[in-house]
């Protein structure tokens, strides 16, 4: 893991940015001290329709009791 102060993180940013994509962890410090962490997004998964398909019943569409929908309110 790697730790860079504020001043060399705003000076170098895009570099920053290409190591974290790469896979890299970035602890940006400030007065000395951990202050926020540059990590990695997680890869996004591929939505498959229909995964719901038989698990929604009729019931779903039913109105919601009142004592649920106060609780909303």
């Given amino acids: 893991m790697k730790i860079v102060n504020v001043h060399e993180a705003k000076t170098h940013f895009s570099k920053l940015l290409d190591q ?17 962490r540059l990590v990695p997004l997680a890869e996004d998964t ?3 329709p229909g995964i719901a398909k038989g698990r929604v019943t009729e019931a779903f569409f039913e109105p919601l009791p009142e004592r649920e929908l106060k609780a909303w309110e």
């Fill in 20 to 36: 974290v994509h790469a896979g890299e962890e970035i602890v940006i410090g400030k007065a000395g001290k951990p202050y926020a």
């Fill in 46 to 48: 591929e939505r498959v």
